[in-house]
């Protein structure tokens, strides 16, 4: 398959994921804010970190996106591995809090990167060109006898 076919099939896909996700907003807004319900059990185990909805949001969409592909169980990749019949589609959820809590001084600051376009993406988390380092994905993947 040439670069362009690819191409072709990740906006394909780009285009199903967000129909998937705009077709019912509340039902995603819903499920990504029924962390707040019970809170007070878990808050506490996550004093210490910068933003509390990174696994939770993981679970939402791998439920919002089942109907994608089959989940592939390969350790290396991204937080959601669905294989197609034509694709094995990586995608790896990002989360960022409006406000975290600073290490240093316990207060309160606004995250700077939030809403500013502004996503660390790691060497592992894309097949496009990585500036510095080489890239852990692969474009293409071996598919042997099932």
Known sequence: ???SEIE????HYLDYMTFMLLHDESKMINALNSKDEIKSD???AFKRKSCDIDRGAERIYYWLLNNLGIPNSTPI???LLYETNN???HIDVKTS???FIDKKTRKKKKNS????GVVSIGQNQTSYEYVERKNLLDIYYSIGLR
Do not use: H, P, Q, R
């Open 1 to 3: 398959m040439k670069n």
């Open 8 to 11: 072709l099939w990740e906006k």
């Open 42 to 44: 878990w808050i506490d």
């Open 77 to 79: 990749g991204s937080d």
């Open 87 to 89: 694709a094995f589609i």
């Open 97 to 99: 809090s409006f406000y």
């Open 113 to 116: 990167s939030d809403f500013c």
